[in-house]
């Protein structure tokens, strides 16, 4: 077999090639070929079933694979592996699934981890150690994501974890971190786990496992270090100092992580014993069936709390929430950003015309932003520091060369790598941008690594500008960056103190499970780093939030017991004792609160959790869709206290978000969300009782009669929400979420069919749709080989919404009474790899056609076309029906 047909065999699978609209993630892509089985139980299976055994059955049934991951666990028994390209086919997974042995097959996904390095800062030389903003900072634990979640007010009551065991899932730690315990095995903060991967492992290739959990990435690093740092340098320490860790190690250094290995990491964190599970992983999808989801749940359901990031994602609006935050028994966390603003820049020295070296900080390139041990003149591409495109074009023949320079560039309006291209071309090795707005330093995003760069402030800019105006020459002295010292420094973050931040992905999933939960912590942090990269890092991400509630959750299993509560009860408990907070558009706080479906229960308050003595018995009120609306929601109410209170309710509004922009089948962008802020756009509600008196550990029931809002625009699926507050007389207040959307989801519009989507086209001209009677696809066919001429007909489709199963059926363009009927159309068989499941929102997708049929057969030459069909939410998948149906074109298939 030719090794394109492999490559055909991947852009078969879901494979996003462009975006429609900016700022779109993928999704989870398939590994082509990999699939994980679960094993049925022993009781509904003849033979005990084990991994050697299935691989034989495969082998007797000539599907050659090879062997991944063995799962054999407690709580799933299955495999993964790779099947070869040759037999790679839906046919195959057909007869995998029909296996006696085999409970489910579902393909192997990528994950990523959701966080961001930044450094923004205004002035990062010179500033005070972290101060107060706009909270008040208990004495022993001002640091300010402590203050902002409550975790200050039990650190200064003694309670640091101590006692606790968290598993972690992530990059690695590296253990040797002084504030990470300095070493690794019983007796250091570090205490247990493994690397499922080794460390050139990026998703795609057969992992390579050793015992060593050393982290390469830093993100591992970072979200331990919010957990459990030890008291440093930088004053800071995790929320729960005196847990300790395992580190089940699943990334290599770079890319992603399959779910095979994901299933593998939580299960072995479960088997050795761990208090709960915390993991910043994930991708965006909208659906709780992927069997990472399924491992996530059952976990939860043997009483190991599971917390997982909702995903940054928040630009792509609502629908966007991660796998497998949204598994129904994880903890889903969204983003909070902290009131403080730190940043750490890696030092160097200027003077000017040979005066004393003054010390200034850059942030350091993506990619590349060692400058090394070197001293060097500064050259200014121009003195003008309002110049907006610096660097755009190719730079003048006037420009000296610049090999001996660090060059300084004003950052604006096209991509570093272009300003480095032009700037290269002139001989450039080494490149410092200052910013163009005043607000601190970002990390320069430029890919090309051969280049070195950094950023420094806009002020810095302006300092340099003035003394090469004033005719003086500046010697900028760089250290290598492993041996140079950072700069802390901290201002008050104006723009978004305590708010959500703009990143923090928004749920409902498309079957309007509230996800995220809980909000924490997360844009903004410092927090531990790889020593070889530095050793503190501020970083922004959901990932950063995760860590923080499974802390939470550690302190309070610390002062509660450690089997106080199940996942669930737990989950409640942080959404109801969180504050829920006002909207916040990235630079501006509006005077209403933000959308349920965008901060879950709000920003987690550790303290009130620990202390509350009131427990509801739901986490929150999804209240669906019109169609499946249901008005009456009884909630117990449990008073935990040693007196009785009388609990009052009341109806406490959020935002009403509107999904789509009108006259769009999109989901807007976070930027274009629309809004709405009365009562008459949410719900009312009555309640029943209205007050109700429950005496000491007792419970009672206050049942919430909602009715839906009536003006709003049901075409653009608005999702009301808010909180029934439950206050009681000792001073309880809860606030539980509800949301709901009034409109029917299985009416919603899944296919965009503008712009002629979806259409067959060349697989060489995707963006052409084939018109009638074009020229016949020549295809290899079962035993030809691919040439570099070969193309393939090619369905291009666009997901405005989310869709469970896509199918894609062979239609022969003049059926007969003997073609078979497919869901009551005629057509020979589904495109080999199709129907694709589980499908996210908003992406251009492609499914290229070599032939080859779901049972493994080639279609016969001749004329065809496809019958594609999304099905829509909450449709049967055996009722036609409930699908969106068109057909392409017909074209013509021949063979070699
Ligand atoms: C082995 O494969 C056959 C199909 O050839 C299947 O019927 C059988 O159930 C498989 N055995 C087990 C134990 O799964
Ligand atoms: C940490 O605290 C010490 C003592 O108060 C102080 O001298 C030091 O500057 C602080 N470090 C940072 C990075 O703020
Ligand atoms: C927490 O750990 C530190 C050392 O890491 C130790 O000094 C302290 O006593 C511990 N606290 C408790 C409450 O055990
Ligand atoms: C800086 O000092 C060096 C050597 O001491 C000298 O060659 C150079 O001219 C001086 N530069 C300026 C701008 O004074
Ligand atoms: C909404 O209702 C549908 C139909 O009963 C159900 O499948 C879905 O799980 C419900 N969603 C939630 C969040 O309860
Ligand atoms: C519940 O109590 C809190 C705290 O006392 C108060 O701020 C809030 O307004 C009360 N909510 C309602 C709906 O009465
Ligand atoms: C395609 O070819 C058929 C048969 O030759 C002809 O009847 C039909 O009009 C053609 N269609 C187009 C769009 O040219
Ligand atoms: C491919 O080769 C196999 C075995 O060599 C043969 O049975 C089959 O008919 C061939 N298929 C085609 C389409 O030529």
Redesign the pocket.
Known sequence: MSSFKGLVAKSVAVLALVSTTAAVDAGAPVVPGAYIVEFETPEQSIQAVDPQSFFKNLTSNNIAAEPQVDLNYELFKGASFRIDAKDNSQGTVDVIQSFQSVKKIWPVRLYSRPAKLIATLDNVANLPPPLSTNQKRSVSDPFSTHVLGGVDKLHDEGFTGEGLFIGVVDSGVDYLHPALGGGFGPGFKVVAGTDLVGDAYTGFEIPVPDSDPMDCGGHGTHVSGIIGANPNPYNFTGVAPNATLGMWKVFGCDGRVGNDILIQAFNLAYEAGVDLISSSIGGSSGWTEDPWDVAVQRITEKGVPCVLSAGNDGSNGVFDTSTASESLGATSVGSIDNTDDPALTVAAHYSASNATSIEFGFAEGAVNGNFGDITVPLYALTLDTTIADDACAPLPDSTPDLANYIVLIRRGTCLYDDKITNAAAKGAQRILFYNNVPTGVVIPGASIAEIPVGMITAAQGQVFIDILKAGSEIVVSFLDSNDAKRIYGVVPNVATPGKISTFSSWGPSFELWLKPEIAAPGGLILSTFPRAKGSYAVQSGTSMAAPYIAGVIALLKQIKGKDFATPNEITALLAASASPVQFNDGATTQDFLAPVVQQGGGLVNAYEAAYTTTSLDLDNIALNDTHYFKSAHPIGIKNTGKTAQTY?????IAATAYTLEAGSAYPALFENIELLADAGSTATIHFEPASLTVAPGKSGRVTAHFTQPKTLEAARIPFYSGYV?V?GTN?D?LTLPYAGTTTSLKSVRIVDDADGYPYVANSRFTNLPLTANSTAFVLPGANGTANLGTTYPTVVYVLAIGSRIVRFDVVPEKPTYSTPLILGQPAIGAIAGTPVENNPRNNLLTVAWDGQLANGQYAPAGNYKILFRALKIFGDANNPNDYESFDTVVFTIQYQ
């Open positions: 009052t309710f009341a109806n406490v507050a206050n001073g207040s």
